[in-house]
């Protein structure tokens, strides 16, 4: 009979092992937070959580927003931080001022990791400088940092000033145009146009005789995909953010191979140009291949090994040349595009912008220079409330190294490896540092109120070591579009179709200041 009791015994085993340790795990999880003594939100149902897992149910940006915002309004004053669930995963949403600027700035080495997979033997493109953490980042971003700095934008202006000319021609053909019909213009698509087409050019030196092999079109639907194609279920995705070794030593990619060999054969193409050329132009992909062979002239190594070494370098170009794409193109249409909505809603700060444009120009003898552009404080000031209202990158996202002692109150804890929320959209929106937060009042960020102003409490680029490396040039493509188009239009908004989510279209009515038609009021609906 003994076999009997060892059949029993080895089934109790089983059962042990794959139903109750998952079901205990499953619990330990469901009331993490319970057990920490946190303030929490408690997690979604079950079954939610698996169509979740199996993209049966997206969770949508938006939706992920209005949730931050939900938790900040409730849990604020409580506690510093409180827990909430994303999907079975325990998450901390931060509250409290003096933890967000311990986190970003004061004891940043513990939270330098966003969490991101990338691997970058097998999969190059991925390896970018947003995605990267630890010393494999704080190298790249010293390498970098340089050729993002404010004195380089001097050198990147005629360029950009030329390509921002060329869009001008097709965006005044279109509105001139639509003149014929209602005169309204879906500006988003536009927008984003005209920021595709300055990274085209200026970063992948896609100039009019290379757009023959590269037509702009299909570098924009490569663009597109790489932005939207995920490879990987939320499921898949999530065992990559808990497993990144795992998913390295599978040689899991996240970028599709279509996408890498398009970018790969274009960026070797210009660099081999380049590099064949006596000639520099001044653009980012030349301050990318100076800066590679910088790296290769510091390396004293064997035939071989240099073949290797170039090829590693061309991969690391690559991803950074990608990663104006992927971390520079969608917030600087976003803003842009929100700028001008902003203005056209608001007739009076639009005739205030314009008037301090005018005045400027006439200073450099109506030449648009690049003294100019910096001179314009209240333009500046409009960039900064457009983006406190609507912050393109709604929530910054961390990973603690090491559990972190919160220093104001040491009951609570960060745990280690727990992704930690800070909620900008949710602060930028808090009356208690923005009174009559829905308002747009671009004076708020006037000289006097910015040195009031606490830090950590405006978030448009993030704050300390990891915060937007493209801050300056970002500016500068911005500021360049907005003089030359506040000076040759007037906008106004479509008040049939007033925005209610950030998805929806944005139509503006645009009409040229040289030629405003009489009446232009009463065309437009309220
Ligand atoms: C209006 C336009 C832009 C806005 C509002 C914006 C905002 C941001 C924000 C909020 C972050 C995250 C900071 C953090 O986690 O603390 C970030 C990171 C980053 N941004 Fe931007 N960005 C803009 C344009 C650009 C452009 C044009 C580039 C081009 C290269 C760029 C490159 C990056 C990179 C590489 C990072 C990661 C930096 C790192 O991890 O070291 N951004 N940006």
């Known amino acids: 009979m003994w076999w009997v009791w060892l059949i029993v015994a080895v089934v109790i085993a089983v059962l042990v092992i794959f139903v109750l340790t998952p079901l205990l795990y499953i619990c330990y999880k469901r009331n993490y937070w319970r057990w920490h003594n946190v303030p929490f939100e408690p997690p979604a149902p079950e079954f939610e959580i698996l169509q979740r897992l199996f993209g049966l149910r997206p969770t949508l940006e938006w939706e992920e927003l209005e949730h931050y915002d939900l938790l900040y309004r409730n849990f604020k004053g409580r506690s510093p931080f409180c827990g909430f669930y994303h999907l079975m995963q325990p998450r901390a949403l931060i509250l409290d001022r003096e933890l967000i600027m311990q986190i970003l700035i004061k004891n940043f ?74 005169g309204y213009i879906e500006i988003r698509t536009q927008i984003r146009r005209y920021v595709l087409t300055t990274l085209a050019a200026c970063v992948f030196d896609l100039t009019a005789a290379r757009q023959e092999k590269y037509p702009l079109n299909v570098f924009e639907d ?6 939207t194609t995920s ?12 497993y990144p070794r795992l998913g390295k030593k599978m040689k899991l990619r996240t970028t599709s191979k279509e996408v890498e060999d398009y970018f790969t054969g274009l960026i070797t193409e210009v660099v081999n140009e380049r590099e064949q050329s006596s000639t520099e132009k001044k653009d980012y992909m030349q301050l990318l291949v100076n800066l590679m062979q910088q790296e290769l ?43 001008l909505y902003e203005l056209a809603l608001n007739d009076p700060i639009q005739e205030q912008l314009r008037a301090e444009i005018e005045v400027a120009l006439k200073r450099h003898n109506n030449e648009l220079t690049y003294d100019c552009l910096r001179e314009l404080k209240f333009l ?46 949710a602060i ?10 829905f308002i747009f009042k671009p004076e708020r960020f006037g000289r006097e109120d910015n040195k009031r102003r606490d830090i950590c409490m405006w978030l448009g680029f993030g704050e300390g070591p990891r915060s937007c490396i493209g801050l300056h040039f970002a500016q500068l493509i911005m500021r360049l579009l907005l003089v030359q188009l506040i000076t040759r239009y007037h906008f106004t908004v479509d008040r049939t179709r007033l925005m209610v989510k950030p998805q929806n279209v944005i139509r503006l009515r645009v009409d040229p200041l040289d030629e405003q038609a009489d009446g232009r009021e009463a065309d437009v609906v309220i």
Not at 231 to 242: C, P, Q, T, V
């Open 231 to 242: 490879r990987h279920s939320e499921f898949a995705n999530a065992f990559l953010r808990r």
């Open 297 to 339: 002239s510091t390396h004293e190594v064997e035939d071989q090994t240099m073949k290797e070494l170039k090829e590693h370098l061309m991969g690391e170009l690559a991803a950074h040349a990608i990663s104006f794409l992927k971390a520079g193109l969608r917030p600087t249409t976003h803003t842009l595009t929100y700028i």
């Open 428 to 437: 930028h929106n808090d009356a208690e540092y923005y009174p009559e937060p």
């Open 222 to 227: 490569m663009t597109h995909l790489e932005h």
């Open 380 to 425: 500046g000031q409009v960039i900064s409330e457009t983006i406190r209202l609507h912050p393109v990158v709604p929530y910054l996202i961390r990973r603690t190294l090491t559990d972190f002692p919160v220093l104001s109150d040491n009951k609570y804890v960060l745990p280690k490896n727990m992704f930690i929320i800070v909620p900008t959209h």
């Open 109 to 182: 080495s513990n939270f330098n990791d966003r969490g991101i997979y990338h691997n970058s033997k097998h999969d190059p493109l991925s390896a970018d400088l947003y995605s990267r953490r630890g010393s494999e980042w704080k190298e790249m971003r010293l390498r970098l940092e340089p050729i993002f700095a404010k004195d380089e934008m001097r050198y990147l202006y005629d360029g950009l000033r030329e390509s921002s000319a060329e869009w001008l021609l097709g965006f005044d053909q279109l509105v001139r145009n639509e003149r014929a019909h209602s």
